[in-house]
């Protein structure tokens, strides 16, 4: 691609309006979430991701023995 095809594409792609789908409201939460309830959510949330890839890193040795 020649650099005016390019320059051309990106000005293309800047001037287009996103125009958004989802018809999203400002209202306050209808429940207040804890900082104890956020505090677990959390844990979870890291223990799901992480346990998992900790694991494998912690068994490596294990898994290049087979």
Do not use: C
Request: aromatic share 4%.
């Amino acid at each position: 691609m020649s650099l005016l095809t390019v320059s051309r594409l990106f000005r293309s792609a800047l001037r287009t309006q996103l125009v958004s789908a989802a018809h999203l409201s400002s209202k306050p939460a209808k429940h207040n979430v804890t900082a104890g309830e956020q505090a677990i959510a959390m844990t979870v949330l890291m223990m799901t991701i992480l346990g998992p890839s900790g694991w494998i890193l912690a068994h490596l040795e294990d898994y290049k023995k087979k």
